[in-house]
């Protein structure tokens, strides 16, 4: 019988869930905005993310000492990546139309609060979640995510194009405050990790490894890669699409309501009838109907063939992001990896912004190239890398059984 979720785990959720509307309008509606602003030029766009994930990876290593010495000071820090958030927030407000201008000093603040508030959640997590109750708390994480994303995006896309994106800053603002008051109930004794008296070193961590254990993690590490180009950069292009098919945040706010709905059924399915045994049969399911969906788009780039391309990404992508985030946290206890969990997050969290970063700098070349053709192309590319992220992610699943 599964173990309920203490407050610990609760406050962290409600956390990451309000996390989630703010992210939904600092990077989709952002997206949609600088576009809009800038003529459907994704070439700032582009560079906007590439900073972000190149601090975010830097701030990981940067962080990883201190976090391994001071243990209880990681909510401390976490709170303080939300502070950082909500003066990003403040940001966007003060400069409006003129955030074209300064979108690198905005990208790099919410580096900043990413590097901040990631470093700390994922370490958090770990230890505030025990492997027996972490498929439950991802997959009512992630139902519960998308719950928001249902109802959000409507009133975020309405209210935008009611009054304007710079106005709703301030609503943002307020629930990031909301989110700070929230953090207090994370219990900043939960962490004392062993080794916590050891100097954090990479060096020092691949060096105590054992041949099975870097086997595994190598394969963790190539499959956080994969799941940098895929998570992040389809989600960028889907919106970059969806703007320029359809031109209004409001229609963006509706389209990310629907396919919110299907992302939530097909977890809601996932987290009911999951089993190792079926991972292949399921993972099967999540390539095929996106494969499908992108030949779709790649003949012609219409509304029928965004939506259904939307459809069949919303119900399978979430499916396999789970998986991953689930075996990720896991194999800190299977491989015994207790006192080196702040290095391992790093070469995990490295690796994974090393693909986002890859994914945005051909977005990067793509935009200045300016031409629908290498865009498919691209589109083409990342999707290709599905069933590739898939078949890793059932080569691990089953040597797990064996």
């Known amino acids: 019988m599964e173990n309920k979720l203490d407050k610990n785990s609760k406050a962290l ?4 869930l309000i996390n989630s509307i703010v992210s939904l309008f600092g990077e989709t509606f952002l997206v949609a ?16 993310y590439i900073i972000i994930y190149s601090i975010l990876s ?27 958030k909500s003066i990003y927030i403040l940001i966007i407000f003060i400069f409006k139309e003129k955030i074209s201008q300064y979108f690198i000093i905005v990208a790099i603040f919410y580096g900043i609060a990413e590097a901040l508030y990631w470093g700390t959640h994922d370490v958090m997590s770990i230890e505030i979640v025990d492997n027996n109750t972490r498929k439950k708390y991802m997959t009512i994480k992630r139902i519960l995510s998308k719950l928001v994303s249902i109802i959000v995006p409507i009133i975020l896309g309405t209210s935008i ?19 700070i008051l ?12 062993k080794g916590k008296n050891e100097k954090y070193s990479l060096k020092n961590y691949i060096n105590d490894l054992s041949y099975n254990q870097k086997d595994k993690l190598n394969k963790m590490c190539k499959l956080a890669f994969l799941y940098g180009i895929i998570m992040d950069t389809i989600r960028v292009l889907v919106v970059i699409i ?77 499916i396999l992001e789970v998986m991953f985030k689930i075996k990720a946290d896991n194999i800190v206890n299977d491989c015994s990896l207790e006192k080196w969990i702040l290095e391992y997050h790093t ?16 977005l990067l070349v793509i935009g200045f190239i300016n031409n629908i053709v290498y865009f498919k192309i691209l589109l083409l590319i990342v999707t290709a890398c599905i069933p590739i992220y898939a078949k890793m992610i059932y080569q691990i699943e089953a040597k797990d059984r064996t």
């Open 347 to 362: 070469f995990i969290e490295g690796f994974m912004d090393i693909g986002r970063v890859v994914g945005f700098s051909l």
């Open 242 to 318: 969806i703007i320029m098919t359809f031109k209004t945040s409001f229609n963006l706010g509706i389209l990310t309501t629907v396919f919110s709905i299907c992302s939530m059924l097909s977890l809601y399915m996932f987290n009911k009838l999951y089993k190792k045994s079926y991972a292949k049969l399921v993972l099967i399911f999540c390539v095929i109907p996106v494969v499908i969906g992108v030949i779709g788009l790649l003949l012609n780039i219409s509304k029928t063939t965004l939506i259904i391309y939307n459809f069949t990404y919303s119900i399978t992508i979430c």
């Open 33 to 48: 905005y600088f576009l809009q602003i800038n003529d459907e030029n994704i070439v700032k766009v582009s560079i906007y």
């Open 13 to 16: 959720m409600i956390c990451d």
């Open 182 to 193: 929230i953090s207090l109930y994370i219990d900043a004794n939960k962490f004392g990790i």
């Open 58 to 84: 830097l701030g990981n290593i940067f962080l990883g000492n201190f976090m391994k010495r001071n243990p209880q000071k990681r909510v401390v820090i976490y709170r303080v990546g939300i502070i950082v």
């Open 161 to 179: 194009e009611m009054t304007s994106f710079t106005n709703m800053a301030i609503y943002i603002f307020i629930l990031t405050l909301i989110q």
